[in-house]
């Protein structure tokens, strides 16, 4: 007679999702959220689409895309963070430059705001000038948490206690996800005449 011993059961598929599932509830409820916000632009904009128009006609397309550019190339960098961290080497510079990326991103968006307030434009504008406003610095909250995310890997990287892969996993997972939602802001809000 012989006994077979069992394998323990094998982790569920939320367990296996890169970053781990915390990060993932993180990401719907962030996505869930800016979609009721894209949800009631739309509705305002379409109560008022004259003023809407003459609105977003005011901003520089040009450092929306420049700023899309940037984040994608920062999103790129921390796939890159990823891989050297799984690599065992190089991941502080990736990092570094993910990090940098959003600092020339909030460079950028500043330099826009000074522009838009510098024009006597606030949230209480209209209905166009708070949701972009409003969207955008959410938005430029969460770049900022990712500057912090990035940063902190950075330091660690290379050192004798690195983060774990779990941890720059879903470092590059909230990266990817502020990266996604200003590729949907940027048109929603610089280009898409509704």
């Given at each position: 007679?012989?006994?077979?011993?069992?394998?323990?059961?094998?982790?569920?598929?939320w367990?296996?999702?890169?970053?781990?599932?915390?990060?993932?509830?993180?990401?719907l409820?962030?996505?869930?959220?800016?979609?009721?916000?894209?949800a009631?632009?739309?509705?305002?904009?379409r109560?008022?689409?004259?003023v809407y128009?003459?609105?977003q006609?005011?901003?520089?397309?040009l450092?929306?895309?420049i700023?899309?550019?940037?984040?994608?190339?920062?999103?790129?960098?921390?796939?890159?963070?990823?891989?050297?961290?799984?690599q065992?080497?190089?991941?502080?510079?990736?990092?570094?430059?993910?990090?940098?990326?959003g600092?020339?991103f909030?460079?950028?968006?500043i330099?826009?705001?000074?522009?838009?307030?510098?024009?006597?434009?606030?949230?209480?504008?209209?209905?166009f000038?708070?949701f972009?406003?409003?969207?955008?610095?959410?938005?430029?909250?969460?770049?900022?948490?990712?500057?912090?995310?990035a940063?902190?890997?950075?330091?660690?990287?290379?050192?004798s206690e690195?983060s774990?892969?779990?941890?720059?996993?879903?470092?590059?997972?909230?990266?990817?996800?502020?990266?996604?939602?200003?590729?949907?802001?940027?048109?929603?809000?610089?280009?898409?005449?509704?």
């Amino acid at each position: 007679m012989t006994t077979s011993v069992s394998e323990p059961p094998g982790p569920t598929w939320w367990q296996r999702l890169p970053g781990g599932s915390v990060i993932w509830i993180v990401v719907l409820a962030e996505l869930l959220t800016f979609f009721l916000f894209f949800a009631a632009y739309a509705a305002s904009y379409r109560s008022d689409p004259g003023v809407y128009a003459a609105s977003q006609a005011s901003l520089s397309r040009l450092s929306g895309a420049i700023n899309t550019a940037v984040l994608l190339t920062g999103s790129w960098m921390a796939a890159r963070g990823t891989l050297a961290h799984d690599q065992g080497s190089g991941a502080r510079g990736w990092w570094l430059g993910a990090a940098l990326t959003g600092v020339l991103f909030m460079g950028i968006k500043i330099s826009e705001y000074a522009h838009v307030f510098g024009a006597g434009i606030t949230l209480s504008t209209n209905g166009f000038w708070f949701f972009y406003l409003f969207l955008t610095m959410m938005h430029l909250a969460h770049v900022l948490a990712g500057i912090g995310f990035a940063g902190a890997l950075a330091l660690r990287a290379g050192s004798s206690e690195p983060s774990s892969l779990e941890t720059v996993e879903a470092t590059a997972t909230y990266w990817h996800l502020v990266d996604l939602i200003w590729i949907l802001l940027f048109p929603l809000l610089y280009l898409v005449r509704m």
